[in-house]
């Protein structure tokens, strides 16, 4: 008998991914109330938060389905602790936005630890069993635990969506590229305030055979959580 993990393969770009459950975790990154709701950080830019908004349907029925199938999710929030201590002057001063990082806005201080509009958005929080990362940084590796949390669980492949596409996404599979992670980015389970940079960054994932991992739409996944294992 085959001792070589159980797989389904995924139709995708640019080839199909051969997934399997048991070392695979689902990544939603940073799916907060600040960069998707009105009143929040993104908003607060000059961003049409509805871009955002406009995923959550579908990220809620990829989570709903492998939950159903025993998948072990992972939730990331970008935000930092009351004192700003891990949020560098260059990042809180960059650009001209309405509201800076810390300051009071509709949802509490923005991107801050523990307030209202740092939370992940109801359709979408974490239950029981699930992980939630705190990262200070756009990739979920930079300063946070989530490689060891990953390594005692034995995951090795990586099933992403969130926001926003070209920024904490893209910079989170890159990370998890460079740490041996196959990661497949869900292409419509992740947004961008600008779709050309949505675009343009799974353009990129999927170069030169799949350069930084593979691409496919939640239809594609779901099928896959149900289909019958082979070897």
């Keep these: 008998m085959s001792t070589d993990p ?3 393969a995924v139709p995708a770009q640019p080839n199909d991914f051969k997934f399997d ?11 907060q109330r600040d960069f998707i709701e009105p009143g929040g950080f993104g908003a607060s830019l000059g ?4 871009q955002l908004q406009a995923i959550v349907p579908t990220c809620a029925a990829l989570l709903a389905a492998w939950r159903a199938a ?8 970008e935000g930092h602790a009351p004192d700003l201590h891990d949020c560098p002057p260059s990042k809180r001063n960059r650009g001209s936005p309405s509201l800076r990082i810390g ?23 974490p239950v029981a069993g699930e992980l939630l990362i705190d990262k200070p940084g756009k990739g979920a590796f930079y300063a946070t635990p ?12 990586l099933v992403v969506m969130g926001v926003t596409t070209e920024v904490c996404v893209q910079t989170t ?5 460079d740490r041996g992670y196959d990661c497949l ?47």
Excluded at 70 to 77: K, N
Excluded at 146 to 157: D, H, K, N, S, V
Excluded at 173 to 177: Q, V
Excluded at 201 to 221: E, N, R
């Design 185 to 231: 980015l869900v292409e419509d389970g992740t947004a961008s305030y600008f779709p050309d940079f949505k675009a343009a960054t799974l353009a990129m994932i999927t170069a030169q055979g799949g350069i930084i991992g593979w691409v496919a739409p939640a239809a594609a996944v779901i099928a896959a959580l149900s289909a019958k294992p082979c070897r």
């Design 6 to 8: 159980a797989f389904v």
């Design 21 to 31: 459950l048991a070392h695979g975790a689902l990544l939603i990154i940073d799916m």
């Design 173 to 177: 599979l890159r990370e998890a590229n």
């Design 103 to 125: 300051d009071v806005g509709a949802m509490g201080r923005v991107l801050v630890i523990g307030q209202p509009g740092h939370a992940i958005i109801p359709a979408l929080a």
């Design 47 to 50: 961003n049409d938060v509805s």
């Design 70 to 77: 025993g998948g072990w999710a992972v939730h990331t929030r």
């Design 146 to 157: 989530l490689g060891a949390e990953l390594a005692q669980r034995g995951i090795t492949q």
